[in-house]
């Protein structure tokens, strides 16, 4: 006979793994219910909500923090964009959108990466070869520099401004991807160069580094190393940064 402690051993093993097996198909049910959503509807669900925020906060840590820091802030040293300011270097910010870029990643070399508008070193001899650009001298660049500075206020040489002005929608062809306006080009990648944010720092330094030394950050693509539940956790997870309050200036 099967004594006493043996008996509730038994039971309780097969009360754990109802438990266990109860747990595991919650847990596949909620992971099918993911992939199949549509994303834009995700954060109207609040039970899938929750449980892509939790999945993507465990996916954010292992495999994006390195690079855009524990809480999405980013590094400016690095050119790796804070992802809680809202703004949005790549598309509009939606959760298919930085799917897509998790997905297929940036200069990844996937075929469907996002590998449009890199910036020219100006200052070297050849900064572009396939679009015909020519190299700037130190004066224009130091003009470009004053040009963008002014659109925030803080230019210190009006003259050069106008140059720089000149410059931009001109021989630079710095308006080809920043639009007339300065505004950028999300479509391609082409960042605003006339508001606050500046992905690789905004002081006269910086600034004159990007022009002269040229900037085409990486994204590693994660199609082949995250499981497809988890590429979209991540990206509700990395929508929900962008949610928070605060403003974030790169300086």
């Known amino acids: ?3 006493r402690r043996a008996l509730w051993c038994m039971v309780g093993c097969v009360v754990l793994g109802g438990v266990m097996l109860g ?41 994006c923090a390195s690079c855009h820091g524990p809480g999405g802030q980013g590094n400016i040293a690095g050119g790796v964009p804070d992802l809680r300011d809202g703004e949005h270097l790549y598309g509009e910010g939606r959760i298919d959108e930085i799917e897509q870029i998790t997905r ?6 996937h075929s469907l990466g996002w590998n449009l508008a890199s910036m020219p070193a ?22 470009l520099v004053q ?8 230019a210190t040489d009006g003259a050069a401004v106008e140059r720089g002005k000149a410059l931009f929608a001109g021989a630079g062809g710095c308006y080809d991807c920043h639009g007339s306006d300065a505004g950028g080009d999300s479509s391609i ?4 160069l006339s508001d606050a944010v500046w ?24 199609l082949h190393t995250l499981d497809p539940a988890d590429i979209r956790a991540v990206a509700v997870f990395t929508f929900g940064l962008s949610r928070q309050d605060g403003s974030h200036d790169g300086g």
């Not at 040009?147 to 803080?154: A, K, S, V």
């Not at 990648?189 to 605003?192: D, E, I």
């Not at 905004?202 to 022009?211: C, F, H, L, M, T």
């Open 104 to 109: 297929y990643g940036i200069r990844s070399h």
């Open 23 to 63: 747990r595991h198909a919650h847990e596949a049910g909620l992971r099918r219910d993911l992939l199949r959503a549509d994303p834009a509807t995700i954060m109207g669900d609040p039970r899938l909500a929750a449980y892509a925020r939790q999945r993507g906060g465990a996916v954010f840590a292992r495999a």
């Open 1 to 3: 006979m099967i004594g």
């Open 199 to 222: 992905l690789y720092g905004g002081s006269p330094a910086r600034i004159r580094a990007s022009i002269e030394q040229g900037r085409a950050g990486v994204s590693p693509a994660f």
């Open 122 to 143: 100006y200052a070297s001899p050849h900064p572009s070869a396939d679009k015909g650009i020519h190299p700037l001298t130190p004066a224009q660049t130091a003009d």
């Open 147 to 154: 040009f963008l500075l002014g659109m925030g206020g803080r």
């Open 189 to 192: 990648g082409a960042p605003s």
